[in-house]
C-alpha cells in the first residue's frame, strides 16, 4: 500500500482548530485569552473551574477544583483563594509548587500550568474579600476547613455565631449583597501559581491531538518570581 496523500489527511484530521503553525514566543498571552473566550462564550458553568494539584506534607498529592479569580499573562500567574489553615494551605506552605488544568469540554480545549505558588499580597486578598457577598465572608469565619465536625447543625451554629460577631442578622440582609462590611480573616487569601511549564492542547480527530509545551525559569524577585525567555516545544498527543 501506498502513503498516504497529504492533503486526504489533512481532510481527515486537520479540518478543526489547531495551535499555531509557528508556535508563540510565549503562552500565557493564547492562554488567557482563551480564559476570557470560555467566560464570555457562557456555554459552559464555571468556566474559571480548574483542578488544582499539591504535594501533601507526607508526600502524598491531593486534587482539587478551585475558581482561577484571576489571569495574569503578564507576568504569567494565576490567582485562587481559599483558607491558608485548610488541607491545600497546609500544603502548599510545606511545599510551595502546584500544578492546574483548565479543561473547556465545549471547545475542546485544555491549559495546563504548574510551577512555584506564593500567597498573594494582603492588599488584594482585602480587595476581593470585600467583594464578596456576605453569605462567602461570614462562611469564611465560620469554617474551619478541612477540620472534622460534629454535625451540620455544629456548622450552622458557627455560622450564627459569626454573624452575630458582627452584628448581622440573616432575615434583614438582601441575598448576595456585597455591601456588607466584614473584615478578612487573617487565615483566608489568596495564592499566585507562577507560571513556570505551561501546555496547550486543542482536542483533534481520533486523538490526533494539538499539543505544545512551553518552560522557562523563574527568579525571586519581591514577593514573586521574575520570569527568563520561555522555550518552546511541539509534542505529540
Given at each position: 500500500?501506498?502513503?498516504?496523500?497529504q492533503?486526504?489527511?489533512?481532510?481527515?484530521?486537520?479540518?478543526?482548530?489547531?495551535l499555531?503553525?509557528?508556535l508563540?514566543?510565549?503562552p500565557?498571552?493564547?492562554?488567557?485569552?482563551?480564559f476570557?473566550?470560555?467566560q464570555?462564550?457562557?456555554?459552559q458553568?464555571?468556566a474559571?473551574?480548574m483542578?488544582?494539584?499539591?504535594?501533601?506534607p507526607?508526600?502524598?498529592?491531593?486534587?482539587?477544583?478551585?475558581?482561577?479569580?484571576?489571569?495574569?499573562?503578564d507576568?504569567g500567574?494565576?490567582?485562587f483563594?481559599t483558607?491558608?489553615?485548610?488541607?491545600?494551605?497546609?500544603?502548599?506552605?510545606?511545599?510551595?509548587r502546584?500544578?492546574?488544568?483548565?479543561?473547556?469540554?465545549h471547545?475542546?480545549r485544555?491549559?495546563?500550568?504548574?510551577?512555584?505558588?506564593?500567597r498573594?499580597p494582603?492588599?488584594?486578598?482585602?480587595?476581593?474579600?470585600?467583594?464578596?457577598?456576605?453569605?462567602?465572608?461570614i462562611?469564611?469565619?465560620?469554617?474551619?476547613?478541612?477540620e472534622p465536625?460534629?454535625?451540620r447543625?455544629q456548622?450552622?451554629?458557627?455560622?450564627?455565631?459569626?454573624?452575630?460577631?458582627?452584628?448581622?442578622?440573616a432575615g434583614?440582609l438582601?441575598a448576595g449583597?456585597?455591601?456588607?462590611?466584614?473584615?478578612?480573616?487573617?487565615?483566608?487569601?489568596?495564592?499566585?501559581?507562577w507560571?513556570?511549564?505551561?501546555?496547550?492542547?486543542?482536542g483533534?480527530?481520533?486523538?490526533?491531538?494539538?499539543?505544545?509545551?512551553?518552560?522557562?525559569g523563574?527568579?525571586?524577585?519581591?514577593?514573586?518570581?521574575?520570569?527568563?525567555?520561555?522555550?518552546?516545544?511541539?509534542?505529540s498527543?
Open positions: 500500500m501506498g502513503n498516504a496523500d492533503s486526504d489527511l489533512v481532510s481527515v484530521y486537520g479540518g478543526g482548530e489547531s499555531p503553525g509557528v508563540p514566543s510565549e500565557m498571552g493564547l492562554a488567557s485569552a482563551w476570557e473566550e470560555a464570555r462564550r457562557g456555554d458553568p464555571n474559571n473551574a483542578t488544582l494539584a499539591t504535594l501533601e507526607d508526600g502524598g498529592v491531593s486534587a482539587r477544583i478551585v475558581l482561577c479569580k484571576s489571569f495574569v499573562a507576568p500567574y494565576v490567582v483563594y483558607n491558608y489553615q485548610g488541607r491545600k494551605g497546609r500544603a502548599l506552605a510545606a511545599n510551595p502546584a500544578a492546574v488544568v483548565f479543561h473547556w469540554d471547545q475542546d485544555q491549559v495546563r500550568i504548574e510551577g512555584p505558588v506564593v498573594s494582603a492588599s488584594e486578598s482585602d480587595a476581593y474579600f470585600a467583594n464578596r457577598p456576605w453569605e462567602s465572608k462562611g469564611a469565619w465560620a469554617s474551619a476547613q478541612s465536625i460534629a454535625s447543625e456548622l450552622l451554629a458557627q455560622v450564627d455565631e459569626a454573624m452575630a460577631r458582627f452584628g448581622l442578622v434583614e438582601a449583597d456585597r455591601s456588607v462590611v466584614v473584615p478578612r480573616p487573617a487565615h483566608w487569601g489568596g495564592w499566585r501559581v507560571a513556570e511549564r505551561v501546555e496547550l492542547w486543542v483533534g480527530v481520533g486523538r490526533v491531538h494539538d499539543r505544545a509545551r512551553w518552560v522557562r523563574l527568579r525571586t524577585s519581591g514577593d514573586g518570581f521574575e520570569g527568563g525567555p520561555w522555550s518552546a516545544t511541539r509534542l498527543p
